[in-house]
């Protein structure tokens, strides 16, 4: 089936610089996208989300874009910090298909360096 | 507010045996109920989709009869894993869809981790 897709497996950022993770989709029909983070032994903790109408969402030193021509979604960190080290995972839904359960990437895995 | 809870955080069984995890909206009725796995540095993989009131809907490869869904009430999903074996040892989470509203974010639960004997 289809399945979402992270292009870097680690991540390595100075504490305060910014930090870009990416992600592609194949399932051109989904049509809402969800960044989530995920500390050890936690659950997935909601970032920032966004609609296939819009291109652009941003959020508390965060920001999501979305382009639905390559089928790319990242996520920028501004001013990255020691909390933000974690597992960040993509997720896509096709609402119009009847089931809503999400089809999540890879993930990426953020070492924030002092 | 919107907080999922899951009882028990951790849990280790014996093969063969039989474990129920517990899924809770605390604040919020869920008219919908999510169970996803994941397995050691991978990603989570839906499982089945659990619906108040009616039978839960089961991903393709998950094995309805071995994982058993009962969602009784908007706040309250439960996952059993009938004779469980080591290749079931994973890390269960749930995440729950407020009522009534759609396109609404899901909230996860803190997981579950089962280990298999």
């Known amino acids: 089936g289809e399945s979402v897709g992270l292009h870097l497996p680690t991540l390595s950022v100075q504490e305060g610089d910014n930090s870009i993770i990416n992600c592609a989709y194949s399932n051109s029909a989904s049509d809402y996208f969800i960044w989530y983070k995920q500390e050890s032994g936690k659950g997935p903790q909601f970032i920032i989300d966004i609609r296939s109408n819009m291109d652009k969402r941003q959020g508390q030193r965060v920001t999501v874009l979305l382009n639905k021509t390559v089928k790319h979604l990242s996520l920028q960190i501004a001013a990255t910090q020691p909390g933000d080290s974690a597992v960040y995972f993509c997720a896509e839904r096709y609402s119009g298909g009847g089931a809503d359960g999400l089809t999540f990437g890879k993930g990426t895995h953020l070492i924030i360096q002092p | 507010g919107a907080v999922v809870s899951q009882h028990p955080s951790r849990v280790i069984c014996k093969s063969g045996t039989s474990v129920k995890i517990e899924c809770r909206s605390l604040d919020f009725q869920a008219t919908t109920m999510f169970w996803y796995r994941q397995f050691p540095k991978q990603s989570l993989m839906l499982m089945a989709t659990?619906?108040?009131?009616?039978?839960?809907?089961?991903e393709q490869g998950v094995e309805k009869d071995k994982f058993l869904i009962n969602h009784a009430s908007l706040t309250l999903s439960t996952l059993t894993v009938t004779s469980a074996h080591p290749e079931d040892s994973s890390f269960y989470i749930c995440?729950?869809?407020?009522?009534?509203?759609?396109?609404?974010?899901?909230?996860f639960g803190p997981g579950t981790r089962l280990t298999v004997l």
């Open positions: 659990s619906n108040e009131g009616s039978k839960a809907t089961y």
């Open positions: 995440s729950a869809r407020e009522h009534g509203i759609r396109h609404n974010e899901q909230f």
